[in-house]
Structures are given as C-alpha cells and as structure tokens.
C-alpha cells in the first residue's frame, strides 16, 4: 500500500509553529488513510488522547453553560425582557445536561484517578459540590419548566447560591490538579528548560 508523506519547510529558526500544525494536521489524516479509517489521533489530539479519564472534558460545558444562564437570568430580570429569559432558559437546559454527564464523568474518574488520602478528602468534597450543582439547576429546570418566573424573588437568590457551588466546585477542581497533580504526569522541568525565547 502506497504511503502519502507530507513535508513542510519552515522558515530558517525552523520555529513556524504554524506550519508545523498544519503538518501534524496532515498527518492526521495520512493516518486516516493508511489505517482504513482507525487512528488514535495521538498526533492530532494528542492532549485528548493523553486524559486519563474524560470529566476533564466536559467539565468546562456545565461551568459555562450555567454560569452564563445565571448572567443571562439576572440582567433579563433586571431589564423586564422576556427574550433574554427565554435565551437564559435554553442556557438552564444545556447546563444540566452538561452537569449530569461531568458527575457521571467524575464518579468514573475518582474510581480509576490514584490520589492520596488528603487529596481524597479535597475529591469527597468536590463531588458533593457537583452534586449539588446538579440537583439544584434541574430544581430550578422542573421550576422554570411550567411557565416564565417573572420578577425579582427565591429563584434568582437559588440562581445565584447555583453560581457560587459553581466557583467552589471549580475551586477544588483546579485545586487537585495544580496543587496536588491529580491525573497530571509529571514533568521534570530543568531550569534552562523554563527559559526560553520567543
């Protein structure tokens, strides 16, 4: 079987970065081609190839999605416009279902993650936090589901209680992994390595 071969000259400091990723680009698909189709895009999503696990992944969805329905909520109250409700409504929807495939994520995640005993704890806590996003914003789908909420009251003070379990459950997240190192291979970084030119 014939073999395409892509090759790429840069310019002369040979750090065209975008001509390189055009290059792993087309790799990618070479190996589409030579493998009938099965690649493990190691070299084209090398990042999502090297997850231990996929929360990482999703879990950006349900911190945007709901973070911006919490925003979206808050200044169509504000401004009486039903429109922007009805948008923020849509944002409640795609945020709860983000949030129950990140919690079914982390569940698989901390059973296959090693981690020490504090970072268990630090873990225990983050998942009540997850699971507290996501039974409060379907609480508050099952509330909206029926008709509009209109005005200022105990929906949008939930809304908000929503946003903050969002930052502390984030809080932890990143707590993991950029303290403790949680699902991260280690890198040996020597001090020449962390100085570098542009």
């Known amino acids: 079987m014939?073999?395409?071969?892509?090759?790429?000259?840069?310019n002369a400091d040979g750090h065209n970065e975008i001509l390189e990723m055009l290059t792993n680009f087309l790799a990618f698909f070479e190996g589409l081609t030579s493998n009938g189709g099965a690649s493990n895009g190691s070299s084209f999503l090398e990042g999502i190839a090297s997850l231990a696990n996929i929360h990482p992944l999703l879990v950006h969805f349900p911190i945007a999605f709901l973070s911006l329905f919490v925003a979206v909520d808050l200044i169509g109250t504000a401004t009486k416009k039903s429109e922007w409700r009805s948008f923020a409504s849509g944002l409640l929807y795609l945020g709860t279902v983000f949030a129950g495939l990140t919690v079914w994520?982390?569940?698989n995640a901390a059973d296959t993650v090693p981690h020490t005993h504090n970072v268990h704890d630090i873990m225990e806590r983050h998942e009540q936090l997850g699971l507290s996003i996501l039974a409060l914003s379907m609480a508050l789908?099952?509330?909206?589901?029926?008709r509009p909420v209109d005005g200022w009251g105990i929906y949008n003070v939930l809304s908000m209680i929503l946003l903050g379990l969002i930052i502390f459950g984030a809080d932890l997240g990143g707590l993991m992994v950029y303290k403790y190192g949680v699902a991260v291979e280690a890198v040996t970084v020597s001090l020449e390595d962390s100085h570098h030119n542009h």
């Open 141 to 146: 789908l099952v509330w909206r589901l029926p």
């Open 105 to 107: 994520a982390g569940f």
């Open 2 to 10: 014939n073999h395409l071969s892509f090759y790429i000259h840069g």
